[in-house]
Antibody, heavy 113, light 111 residues
């Protein structure tokens, strides 16, 4: 069974940093593109970033370019999202997704003073 | 403003069929057969219902079907059931700098 478990969310002040993690199990992690998708409270889904199987290609939504970095460790079956210079508008539940077909339960990031 | 346009809400009675539209451009929906549909119940993670326009993942009811015509994709749910009440999102691959985009979501109410 595919399992994706996000962690690392929490309350952070504007301008601060946070690192999200996603632990994957139940499939060959190194064989799949992986993504982060977020959902602001009461709003729709927004694709944030994705990364190729070997980490050689990464793509980001314009609003996070230069602030967020997606990475992965295939030996640890883990996906990461380093978030810097956080803004209030980054407040959302962040989901880890395998190739957009299986999703974790999400972790809440709140950016507020 | 979302890249893909969906109606904010649709409704139907049990047993009826409804269709949710997802309108994009030739750079996304119209240009690629990489349209997916997701169902999301309150407080839950999205669940993939349709991928590559019209394919159902294993375990998804055959009451759910997808199609595409030009720049508009559609999700049809037949034989509506109470448990179908949820938010539905479409997504598409796009040739823009952001490779994946979502629609704004449609709230389905089963009357």
């Amino acid at each position: 069974e595919v399992q994706l478990v996000e962690s690392g969310g929490g309350l952070v002040q504007p301008g601060g940093s946070l690192r999200l993690s996603c632990a994957a199990s139940g499939f060959t992690f190194s064989s799949y593109w992986m993504s982060w998708v977020r959902q602001a409270p009461g709003k729709g889904l927004e694709w944030v970033a994705n990364i190729k199987q070997d980490g050689s290609e990464k793509y980001y939504v314009d609003s996070v370019k230069g602030r967020f970095t997606i990475s992965r460790d295939n030996a640890k079956n883990s996906l990461y999202l380093q978030m810097n210079s956080l803004r209030a508008e980054d407040t959302a539940v962040y989901y880890c997704a395998r190739d957009n077909d299986h999703w974790g339960q999400g972790t809440l990031v709140t950016v507020s003073s | 403003q979302s890249a893909l346009t969906q109606p904010a809400s649709v409704s139907g009675s049990p047993g009826q069929s409804i269709t949710i539209s997802c309108t994009g451009t030739s750079s996304d929906v119209g240009g690629y057969n990489y349209v997916s549909w997701y169902q999301q119940h309150p407080g839950k993670a999205p669940k993939l219902m349709i991928y590559e326009v019209s394919n159902r993942p294993s375990g998804v009811s055959n009451r759910f079907s997808g199609s595409k015509s030009g720049n508009t994709a559609s999700l049809t749910i037949s034989g509506l059931q109470a448990e179908d009440e949820a938010d539905y999102y479409c997504s598409s691959y796009t040739s823009s700098s952001t490779p994946w985009v979502f629609g704004g979501g449609t709230k389905l109410t089963v009357l």
